[in-house]
């Protein structure tokens, strides 16, 4: 009888498997080194694109940091140039205040019958003492100041009998509360809670 040693090929064909399988675990292995490779690769690059995007994203931010200074230092010295203006303004406004008073007050006297003791001109009013040869002469006065206009209110504070150099002449006090010129908004009165 012939016998068939099937050893030896068995053997073989186990190796072979073996050597197969050993190969295609290191192809295997080699494959996914090289995949890890390539998507760390692309991880890197993406990595550096997205830091070049961060510099390019903070320098114009520098740059409109810079725009913004420059912004609110020139809206700082718009406003003070506007409060100048407005000094300028309002001093331009007053220039002519003082003379408009006093030629107010000069047309509004009754010649040769009365006569000024005191003139006090404040923001809002002027108080003016003088001396009447009698209670009409007074009053026309204060018809007259209230008719020029330069004054909302004329009030009468005192009118007391004074005798000088033997004449019998009236003392008087008068306030008169000014209108605000054009261009001035009149300042609202601080009232006082009482308590």
């Not at 609110?72 to 220039?95: H, W």
């Not at 003016?128 to 009698?134: H, M, N, Q, S």
């Not at 004449?167 to 009165?189: A, H, I, M, R, S």
Request: one cysteine or more.
């Amino acid at each position: 009888m012939i016998r068939i040693n099937l050893l030896p090929f068995r053997a073989a064909r186990k190796k072979e498997n073996i050597r197969r399988q050993v190969s295609i675990f290191l192809l295997s292995l080699i494959l996914v080194l090289l995949g890890l490779f390539g998507f760390n690769h692309y991880l890197g690059s993406k990595i550096d694109a997205l830091n070049e995007d961060i510099k390019r994203a903070n320098a114009e931010l520098n740059k409109y940091n810079e725009i913004n200074k420059e912004i609110a230092r020139i809206k700082q010295t718009l406003e003070n140039l506007k409060k100048k203006m407005d000094v300028i303004t309002t001093l331009e406004l007053n220039r002519q205040a003082p003379v408009r008073l006093m030629d107010t007050l000069t047309k509004a006297v009754i010649a040769k019958r009365m006569w000024f003791t005191s003139l006090e001109d404040q923001d809002s009013s002027v108080k003016i003492d003088g001396i009447a040869l009698d209670n009409k002469t007074v009053a026309d006065f204060m018809v007259r100041l209230q008719a020029c206009g330069l004054f909302k209110s004329v009030n009468l504070k005192t009118l007391k009998h004074k005798e000088i150099e033997g004449n019998n002449l009236k003392e008087f006090k008068v306030t008169c509360d000014k209108t605000p010129l054009e261009g001035q908004e009149e300042k609202p009165e601080t009232t006082k809670a009482k308590t």
